[in-house]
Nanobody, 123 residues
Framework: VQLQACGGGLVQAGGFLRLSCVAS????????MGWFRQTPGKEREFVAR??????????YYSDSVLGRFTITGDDAKTTVYLEMNNLKPEDTAVYYC???????????????WGQGTLLTVSS
């Protein structure tokens, strides 16, 4: 299993950026997929999660990004995206994608982690 994250970079406050995470080696919809972030000296924190049950899709967000970030999934590309709008300096972090069961992602202990991608938001 591989989770390949990309899309980080330097953006000004108020700007937009989209992160991508390509998943390979797993049955895409059989796992919850999520984004987490971490800054130096702090614990990794939850950002957003997407899960599927039959034809339904569920979305979950941390309070700090609700209304600004959107998580989506593309079955055909086995890719999860994180669209980030109205970025703030406090969004600066290394962002990680992850896959696992619902409980694993809720506990921030997913079965699979991708490598991080750095987002820097300048004020």
């Amino acid at each position: 299993v591989q989770l390949q994250a990309c899309g980080g970079g330097l953006v000004q406050a108020g700007g937009f950026l989209r992160l991508s995470c390509v998943a390979s080696g797993l049955s895409f919809r059989n796992y919850d997929m999520g984004w987490f972030r971490q800054t130096p000296g702090k614990e990794r924190e939850f950002v957003a999660r997407i899960s599927w049950s039959g034809s339904a899709t569920y979305y979950y967000y941390s309070d700090s990004v609700l209304g600004r970030f959107t998580i989506t999934g593309d079955d055909a590309k086995t890719t999860v995206y994180l669209e980030m709008n109205n970025l703030k300096p406090e969004d600066t972090a290394v962002y990680y994608c992850a896959a696992g069961s619902t409980s694993e992602l809720v506990m921030i202990s997913p079965h699979y982690w991708g490598q991080g991608t750095l987002l820097t938001v300048s004020s």
